[in-house]
C-alpha cells in the first residue's frame, strides 16, 4: 500500500490545550483510515527564523552562484519548502491572533514563498509551481467569526496556499469558541464527514 504523505502545521503557540493541535489530531486519524501516513511534523511554536538581509541577498542569487555561507542562510528556508513540496496533503491548524495570522505563521510563509521554487512569475502574472497538493486548514478563533471582515487570517493562508499552486482547500472552522458552546463539536463532525 502506498504511504500518503503529510506535512502537519501547528502554527499555535499553545503546546497544551490548543484546540487546534486537537482537531489536526483529530483529521489525521481520519485521513489515516484506510490508508498508511508519513506525517513530518513542523511545530512552529518550536521556532522559526525571520528573514533577513542576508536571506534576502542569497535568495535572489543564481542557485548555482551561492557561497557557502550563503547556502547556510538559506538552509531552514530550503527544509522548509522541501516538506511542502514532498507533501501530498498539508494539514494546517491556524489560530487567529489579533485578527491575522500568528507571527510564526507568517514568518513560516515567509520562508517558504521563494521565486523559482514555490512561484515563478510569467507573462500572464505568478504561477504557483507546488501543483497537485491537497490542504486542510483547521482555523481557530475565540470571538471572530471565521472569513468575516475582521479575519484577516483566513483569505490570507487561502492566498498564499494558491499563490505557491495549492488551490485544494478545505477549511475546518472551530472559530468564536468563546460565543459558541458547539464550536469544537462542529468542527468535529466536519472532520468526521471527511472521506479518508
Ligand atoms: C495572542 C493572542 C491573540 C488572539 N487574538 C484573537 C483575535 O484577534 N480574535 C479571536 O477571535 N481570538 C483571538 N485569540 C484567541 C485564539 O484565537 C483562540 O484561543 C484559539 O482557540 C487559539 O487556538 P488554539 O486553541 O489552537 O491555541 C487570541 C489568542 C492569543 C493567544
Do not use: C
Request: proline share 3%; hydrophobic share 45%; aromatic share 8%.
Amino acid at each position: 500500500m502506498s504511504k500518503l504523505n503529510i506535512l502537519r502545521i501547528d502554527a499555535s503557540m499553545r503546546v497544551k490545550g490548543s484546540t487546534g493541535r486537537q482537531l489536526s489530531d483529530q483529521l489525521i486519524d481520519r485521513l489515516g483510515q484506510g490508508q498508511q501516513l508519513k506525517v513530518v511534523n513542523r511545530d512552529l511554536s518550536q521556532g522559526i527564523s525571520f528573514i533577513s538581509d542576508a536571506w534576502i541577498e542569497a535568495n535572489f542569487t543564481d542557485k548555482a552562484e551561492r557561497s557557502p555561507q550563503q547556502q547556510g542562510v538559506l538552509a531552514q528556508s530550503d527544509a522548509l519548502v522541501g516538506e511542502v513540496r514532498d507533501a501530498d496533503v498539508l494539514v494546517l491548524a491556524v489560530p487567529i491572533y489579533n485578527f491575522g495570522v500568528p507571527a510564526a505563521f507568517k514568518a513560516w510563509v515567509d520562508q517558504i514563498a521563494r521565486a523559482r521554487e514555490t512561484f515563478r512569475f510569467t507573462e500572464r502574472g505568478p504561477e504557483g509551481l507546488l501543483t497537485g497538493k491537497k490542504a486542510y486548514v483547521i482555523v481557530t478563533s475565540g470571538g471572530t467569526p471565521m472569513f468575516s471582515d475582521i479575519d484577516f487570517a483566513s483569505g490570507f493562508v487561502r492566498h498564499v496556499l494558491g499563490f505557491i499552486g495549492i488551490t485544494d482547500v478545505t477549511f475546518i472552522g472551530a472559530d468564536k469558541q468563546l460565543m459558541d458552546a458547539e464550536a469544537l463539536a462542529k468542527a468535529e463532525a466536519q472532520i468526521a464527514a471527511i472521506a479518508a
